[in-house]
Protein backbone atom coordinates (compact mmCIF):
# COMPACT_ATOMS: atom_id res chain seq x y z
CA UNK A 1 0.00 0.00 0.00
CA UNK A 2 1.30 3.23 -0.75
CA UNK A 3 2.24 6.30 1.71
CA UNK A 4 2.56 9.33 1.22
CA UNK A 5 4.06 11.34 4.62
CA UNK A 6 4.42 15.35 3.92
CA UNK A 7 6.19 17.29 6.72
CA UNK A 8 8.22 20.73 7.19
CA UNK A 9 5.22 23.20 7.06
CA UNK A 10 4.81 25.62 9.73
CA UNK A 11 3.95 29.56 10.34
CA UNK A 12 6.83 32.04 8.92
CA UNK A 13 6.59 35.34 8.44
CA UNK A 14 6.10 36.82 4.60
CA UNK A 15 9.64 36.66 2.67
CA UNK A 16 10.52 33.66 4.25
CA UNK A 17 11.72 30.33 3.39
CA UNK A 18 10.49 26.27 3.82
CA UNK A 19 11.09 23.25 2.75
CA UNK A 20 8.24 20.82 2.39
CA UNK A 21 9.18 16.97 2.58
CA UNK A 22 7.20 14.02 1.40
CA UNK A 23 8.58 10.47 1.98
CA UNK A 24 6.99 7.84 -0.11
CA UNK A 25 6.69 3.69 0.61
CA UNK A 26 5.03 1.27 -0.99
CA UNK A 27 5.92 0.76 -4.81
CA UNK A 28 9.19 1.83 -6.99
CA UNK A 29 9.49 5.54 -5.88
CA UNK A 30 11.49 5.74 -9.26
CA UNK A 31 9.13 5.00 -11.64
CA UNK A 32 6.82 7.23 -10.93
CA UNK A 33 6.35 11.20 -11.53
CA UNK A 34 5.67 13.34 -8.11
CA UNK A 35 3.90 16.44 -7.74
CA UNK A 36 2.64 19.29 -5.15
CA UNK A 37 -0.81 20.47 -5.28
CA UNK A 38 -2.45 23.09 -2.49
CA UNK A 39 -5.45 24.08 -1.30
CA UNK A 40 -6.06 27.67 0.13
CA UNK A 41 -9.28 28.33 2.63
CA UNK A 42 -12.58 27.93 0.20
CA UNK A 43 -10.71 27.55 -2.91
CA UNK A 44 -10.64 24.72 -4.95
CA UNK A 45 -6.86 22.55 -5.09
CA UNK A 46 -4.13 23.76 -7.27
CA UNK A 47 -1.32 22.29 -9.00
CA UNK A 48 1.78 23.99 -7.86
CA UNK A 49 4.68 21.89 -9.67
CA UNK A 50 5.82 18.40 -10.80
CA UNK A 51 8.53 16.38 -11.12
CA UNK A 52 9.67 13.49 -13.60
CA UNK A 53 11.22 10.01 -12.41
CA UNK A 54 14.47 11.06 -13.21
CA UNK A 55 14.14 14.48 -11.66
CA UNK A 56 15.37 15.66 -14.80
CA UNK A 57 11.94 17.41 -16.05
CA UNK A 58 9.86 19.91 -13.84
CA UNK A 59 6.67 21.59 -14.79
CA UNK A 60 5.52 24.51 -12.58
CA UNK A 61 3.25 26.92 -11.74
CA UNK A 62 3.05 31.01 -13.02
CA UNK A 63 2.25 31.75 -9.65
CA UNK A 64 5.36 30.41 -7.86
CA UNK A 65 7.50 30.28 -10.85
CA UNK A 66 10.50 31.84 -9.68
CA UNK A 67 10.27 31.22 -6.02
CA UNK A 68 9.40 27.07 -5.53
CA UNK A 69 11.44 24.62 -6.54
CA UNK A 70 10.90 21.00 -6.46
CA UNK A 71 13.66 18.20 -6.53
CA UNK A 72 13.71 14.28 -5.72
CA UNK A 73 16.17 12.23 -3.95
CA UNK A 74 14.89 8.53 -5.20
CA UNK A 75 17.28 6.87 -2.89
CA UNK A 76 15.66 8.53 -0.10
CA UNK A 77 12.24 8.04 -2.14
CA UNK A 78 11.37 11.22 -0.75
CA UNK A 79 10.45 14.50 -2.93
CA UNK A 80 11.09 17.85 -1.60
CA UNK A 81 9.78 21.67 -2.27
CA UNK A 82 11.64 24.33 -1.34
CA UNK A 83 9.63 28.17 -1.25
CA UNK A 84 11.19 31.23 -1.08
CA UNK A 85 10.55 34.44 -0.96
CA UNK A 86 7.14 32.96 0.65
CA UNK A 87 3.79 35.77 0.69
CA UNK A 88 0.76 35.99 2.04
CA UNK A 89 -1.24 34.17 -0.85
CA UNK A 90 1.05 30.78 -0.36
CA UNK A 91 -1.49 30.17 2.65
CA UNK A 92 -2.30 26.38 2.12
CA UNK A 93 -2.29 22.68 2.81
CA UNK A 94 0.16 21.58 0.64
CA UNK A 95 -0.56 18.10 -0.82
CA UNK A 96 2.00 15.56 -1.86
CA UNK A 97 1.11 13.80 -4.64
CA UNK A 98 2.13 10.16 -6.61
CA UNK A 99 1.24 9.80 -10.13
CA UNK A 100 0.09 6.95 -12.02
CA UNK A 101 2.89 6.85 -14.72
CA UNK A 102 6.13 8.74 -15.41
CA UNK A 103 4.70 11.75 -17.16
CA UNK A 104 4.75 15.09 -14.84
CA UNK A 105 1.05 16.63 -15.30
CA UNK A 106 -0.16 19.72 -13.25
CA UNK A 107 -4.05 17.49 -13.49
CA UNK A 108 -4.63 16.65 -10.08
CA UNK A 109 -6.60 13.32 -11.92
CA UNK A 110 -3.28 12.12 -12.76
CA UNK A 111 -2.23 11.30 -9.61
CA UNK A 112 -3.80 8.39 -7.96
CA UNK A 113 -1.90 9.06 -4.45
CA UNK A 114 -1.85 11.41 -2.09
CA UNK A 115 -0.74 12.44 1.62
CA UNK A 116 -2.69 13.84 3.79
CA UNK A 117 -1.28 17.68 3.81
CA UNK A 118 0.63 19.73 5.97
CA UNK A 119 -0.39 23.53 6.82
CA UNK A 120 1.83 26.17 5.43
CA UNK A 121 0.52 29.63 6.52
CA UNK A 122 2.32 32.93 5.54
CA UNK A 123 2.33 35.99 7.94
CA UNK A 124 2.40 39.35 6.95
Known amino acids: QVQLVESGGGLVQAGASLRLSCAAS????????MGWFRQAPGKEREFVTAISTSGGGTRIADSVKGRFTISRDNAKNTVYLQMNSLKREDTAVYYC?????????????????WGQGTQVTVSS
Open 97 to 113: AQGRSYYTSSSAGDYNY
Open 26 to 33: GRTFSNYA
